[in-house]
């Protein structure tokens, strides 16, 4: 597709994402996605202020990108708001 970009991330020694746990399943993260993604790598105390900020968006399509990362299983939050970003792959 013209506004996704297909990545498989290898996990458990399996190939593919882990929406349904199934080998094979492939994970579609927008441009937008792939670059709070990433500035987390850089900086994985990074704040949601921080990253809207850096991409020139609003703080509410930031909560919004990080929600849809962390529901992919992608992202995980430890530790609150002093806390920092897990990027699981």
Known sequence: ??????MVFKKGGQ???????????SIYLTDRQKDI?????????????????????????VLKHLDTLKKKGILIRVGGTRGYWEINL
């Open 37 to 61: 993604l990433d500035l987390i790598v850089q900086d994985n105390k990074i704040s949601r202020k921080k990253i809207a900020q850096v991409l020139d968006i609003n703080q509410s399509a």
């Open 1 to 6: 597709m013209e506004n996704f970009t297909r």
């Open 15 to 25: 190939i593919g994402g882990q929406i349904s746990g199934q080998i094979g399943d």
